[in-house]
C-alpha cells in the first residue's frame, strides 16, 4: 500500500472550482510548513503531481463511460521524472501485496477448495474493474475543470456535484471526508495488523528457539518453551514503532520500504519452494466450507485486494500514462495468481492444521525461522509506510492549530498517540485472522467495492447510461456492501468468542 495519495491533497496553483472543499479538514499547502511535514513537502519529496489528460473545454474525455480515455488524449508535464512502465508495474504490485496474502490458505479453508479460488478469481476481476472506474471518472472531471490531477477524494466531492440530487450537491464536501475516514480506517487497520504478525511470529520463533534443528525436511514435533503472551511482545515492540513512526521523510521511507521489499520477496520464494512438496491427498478438503465461515474469507480477501488507493497517484506518475491500463490488468493479473497459487497450495499443504499466517505452519529449522525473522522485518519497515498516509491526513491540521514553536512537539506527541491506538486495537484483538477479515469488511470493501460503482453513476447519470450499465454498478456495490455488513458481524461474533478459545486460535503451534 505504499505510494497511497492522501484523499484531500490540493494542487499548488491550481484554482479549486467552486464547491470543492478547503480549509482544516483537508491537510494542504495552507498547512504551516514548520513543526509538521506538511503536504507541500510531501510534494516536493516524492508525490509529484503530473497532468494525466490533455484537459480540452469540451467537457467529457473521448472515451466516454465505455473506458480508459484514448492513448492521444494524454499529455505530459515533467516527463524527465516521471515513472517508467517497469516502475509503476513494481509499485503496483507492491500496492497489493502485503499480509493479506499469507491469511489467503486460511481463507480459503473458510470457504472450500474449490469455491474459495473461484471467488478470489471473482473478487480479483470486480477489484480490477473498480480500479478502472475510479481512474476512468478521474480522467472525466479532469477534462471538465480542466485539473492537473485528482485524488480519490476530490473525484468523489466531483462526483456528488454532478448528481441531479440536489442535498448531493450541497454536501458534496462530506464526499471527501468520507474517503479520508475510511482511507485512515484501513492504513491504521494494517498497522494493527503488523503489530499483531509480529507478536505472533516473534513469540513462535522465541518459544521454539530450543528446539530449532538444522533440518528441514522434518516436520517433527517439537517441545515449546514458555514464553510471554504474544500481547506482551505488542508492548515491547511498541516503542521500536514508535521510533520508526518519527521517521517523516519520503526518502528515507524508501530505503526502508526497498530492503522490506527484498526481505518479504526472498521470504515468499522459500515459502513456495516448501509447500509445493509432499502436498498429502486433498480428497478430504471440502469443496465449499460452511456459509457462516465465508463471511471471514470475504474479509480478508479484499483485505488482500485493497491496493485502489495507489492507482491514480500511480498513473500520475508516469512518462507515458496512456500504457498504465495496460499495466493496471498485467499488474493485477499476476497479482490474482499469486494470490490464488499460494492461498491453494499453501490449503492443501496444511489442510485444516492451516494457522492465521501461512509462516506459523512452517517448520522449526533454522531455515524456516530464518524466514519468519526475515518477513517480520519486512512487516516491522512496512509499518512506516503505511502509517505516514494517516499521519499526513490527521496530523498538519491539528499542528495548524498551535504555536509555531510548539509544532514539532505536538507532531511527535501526535504519532505517539496513533502509534498507541494501533497498538491498543491489536492487544484487544490479538487474533490475526480476525484483525484481517475486520479490517477487510469494514473500511477495504467501501473504498474497493462500494464506492466506486457509485461513483461512476454519480459522473455519468446525468449525461444518460445504460440501464444495464447502471444494473451492474448497483450490483457491485450491494455485494460490495453486504459483505461490508456480513463479514464485520461474523468478525465480531468470533471475536466475542471466550477467552480460552482466542488464546488457542491465536497461539497454536506456537
Same mark, same amino acid.
Given at each position: ?8 491533497? #490540493?494542487?499548488?496553483?491550481?484554482? @479549486? ?38 484537459? &480540452? ?28 512502465? !517497469? ?30 479460488? %473461484? ?6 476481476? #470486480?477489484?480490477?474493474? $473498480? ?60 498497522? $494493527? ?18 528446539? &530449532?534443528?538444522?533440518? $528441514?525436511?522434518? =516436520? ?7 514464553? @510471554? ?26 530505503? +526502508? ?6 526481505? @518479504? ?46 492507482? %491514480?497517484?500511480?498513473? =500520475? ?6 500504457? +498504465? ?10 497479482? &490474482? ?27 522449526? $529449522? ?16 512496512? !509499518? ?107 468478525? %465480531?461474533?468470533?471475536?466475542? @468468542? ?13
Amino acid at each position: 500500500m505504499a505510494g497511497v495519495k492522501e484523499p484531500g491533497a #490540493v494542487e499548488p496553483g491550481v484554482p @479549486m472550482e467552486p464547491g470543492v472543499p478547503t480549509g482544516p479538514d483537508v491537510p494542504a499547502d495552507a498547512a504551516p510548513s514548520s513543526g509538521a511535514m506538511s503536504t507541500r513537502r510531501l510534494r516536493s519529496e516524492d508525490y509529484n503531481d503530473y497532468s494525466s489528460t490533455d484537459v &480540452t473545454p469540451e467537457g467529457s474525455p473521448p472515451a466516454g463511460i465505455n473506458g480508459f480515455t484514448r492513448p492521444e488524449s494524454y499529455q505530459r508535464f515533467g516527463e524527465s521524472n516521471g515513472t517508467t512502465w !517497469y516502475q509503476t508495474l513494481i509499485h503496483l504490485l507492491k500496492g497489493n501485496i502485503g499480509t493479506g496474502l499469507l491469511g489467503l490458505p486460511l481463507a480459503l479453508k473458510n470457504a472450500g477448495i474449490l469455491l474459495g479460488p %473461484l471467488s478470489l478469481l471473482v473478487m480479483g476481476v #470486480v477489484a480490477v474493474h $473498480c480500479m478502472s472506474i475510479l481512474v476512468k471518472c478521474a480522467h472525466h472531471f479532469c477534462y471538465r475543470f480542466q485539473k492537473q490531477f485528482l485524488d480519490y477524494g476530490g473525484t468523489v466531492v466531483y462526483g456528488l456535484e454532478s448528481t441531479p440530487i440536489s442535498w448531493l450537491r450541497t454536501h458534496a464536501v462530506w464526499g471527501r471526508r468520507v474517503v479520508a475516514l475510511f482511507l485512515i480506517l484501513t492504513q491504521l487497520g494494517f498497522c $494493527c495488523v503488523y503489530f499483531v504478525f509480529l507478536a505472533d511470529s516473534l513469540r513462535q520463533v522465541v518459544s521454539s528457539a530450543n528446539s &530449532t534443528t538444522t533440518d $528441514c525436511q522434518s =516436520n517433527r514435533t517439537v517441545t515449546l518453551t514458555p514464553t @510471554m503472551d504474544s500481547r506482551l511482545y505488542m508492548l515491547s515492540l511498541l516503542p521500536f514503532v514508535v521510533l520508526l513512526s518519527f521517521i517523516q521523510n519520503l526518502k528515507v521511507l524508501s530505503i +526502508f520500504s526497498m530492503l522490506a521489499n527484498v526481505a @518479504m520477496l526472498i521470504s515468499l520464494v522459500v515459502i513456495y519452494q516448501y509447500i509445493v512438496r509432499d502436498i498429502p491427498d486433498p480428497s478430504a478438503l471440502p469443496l465449499a466450507a460452511a456459509w457462516k465461515t465465508y463471511p471471514l474469507f470475504f474479509g480478508t480477501a479484499i483485505f488482500a485486494f485493497e491496493g485502489i488507493g495507489v492507482v %491514480l497517484p500511480l498513473e =500520475n506518475k508516469m512518462k507515458n500514462p496512456q500504457q +498504465f491500463p495496460v499495466i493496471l490488468y498485467v499488474g493485477m493479473t499476476i497479482v &490474482t495468481i499469486l494470490f490464488i497459487s499460494l492461498g491453494v497450495l499453501g490449503y492443501l499443504r496444511f489442510g485444516a492444521a492451516i494457522q492465521a499466517s501461512i509462516t506459523l505452519n512452517l517448520p522449526n $529449522c533454522w531455515l524456516y525461522q530464518a524466514v519468519k525473522l526475515l518477513f517480520s522485518f519486512g512487516i516491522f519497515f512496512t !509499518y512506516a509506510v503505511q502509517f505516514y498516509v494517516p499521519a499526513e491526513i490527521i496530523i498538519p491540521p491539528l499542528v495548524a492549530r498551535v504555536p509555531e514553536r510548539w509544532g514539532w512537539l505536538v507532531n511527535l506527541l501526535l504519532r505517539v498517540v496513533l502509534v498507541g491506538i494501533t497498538c491498543a486495537l491489536a492487544i484487544l484483538i490479538p487474533r490475526l485472522d480476525i484483525v484481517i477479515s475486520l479490517v477487510g469488511s469494514v473500511s477495504s470493501s467501501a473504498l474497493a467495492l462500494i464506492f466506486p460503482p457509485l461513483l461512476e453513476i454519480a459522473t455519468y447519470y446525468t449525461e444518460g447510461m445504460h440501464p444495464l450499465l447502471i444494473a451492474k454498478d448497483v450490483l457491485i456495490s450491494l455485494f460490495g456492501f453486504v459483505g461490508f455488513v456480513v463479514g464485520t458481524y461474523e468478525a %465480531l461474533v468470533e471475536l466475542a @468468542m471466550p477467552a480460552a478459545v482466542i488464546n488457542g486460535t491465536s497461539t497454536s503451534g506456537q
